[in-house]
């Protein structure tokens, strides 16, 4: 069974309807030890790298998950005849950004950082589960407080909150932006 054990996670990775997570793989693989778990993961991550494939296995949002090849993305969508993804507007964007730089935070401060009632901009996000609730802040009125969920980082390709960009990196890209126009 243990020759097999890369592709028992590669075959759990493809039935998942959700990132899976390295945690969530070694809960179901009990029988394994997690020093074996995680090298069938690496092996089976570089297996895909190093073959010619029109799929991969993404690390996003926590978990793996198996996606398309971003270069097959034109003919995807046109055999799909879909949009790529649904487009946020820029308030849901600016609303998303708040709450990602400053979380956990709450409505009025997110409406205080745009400088515009954000009610419902926020429950657009809700709907969309790109934001969640965390619980209520320990202020008089006991307003709600929010954060970005886990399907905010797959929607972005972000691993994890540190792999948004820094201050600094995008001052230096509006800089770069605006040096070029």
């Known amino acids: 069974m243990k020759k097999h054990l890369r592709e028992l ?6 039935v998942s309807l959700e990132p899976l997570s ?10 394994f030890e997690k020093e074996e778990i995680e090298q069938a ?11 010619e494939r029109g799929i991969q296995i993404t690390l996003s949002g926590g978990g793996y998950f198996f996606s398309t090849k971003p270069e097959f993305d034109m003919w995807i969508r046109r055999f799909l005849k879909t949009a790529k993804k649904s ?13 990602a730089y400053n979380q956990p935070i709450t409505l009025a401060e997110t409406s205080t950082l745009r400088g515009v009632d954000s009610t419902h901009t926020m429950k657009v996000l809700l709907q969309k589960k790109l934001v969640k609730i965390m619980g209520r802040k320990k ?3 006991r307003p709600l407080i929010y954060r970005t969920s886990d399907k905010f980082l797959t929607y972005f390709g972000l691993n994890s909150l540190q792999d948004l960009p820094s201050q600094e990196e995008i001052s230096k890209f509006l800089e770069e932006k605006e040096f070029g126009e």
């Open 9 to 14: 996670i590669e075959s759990l990775i493809f």
């Open 87 to 99: 487009r946020l507007s820029r308030a849901a964007l600016e609303t998303l950004s708040a709450i």
């Open 22 to 31: 390295l945690e969530e793989i070694k809960s179901v693989l009990q029988e």
């Open 41 to 51: 993961i690496k092996d089976l991550l570089e297996s895909y790298v190093s073959n």
């Open 139 to 141: 202020v008089p009125g």
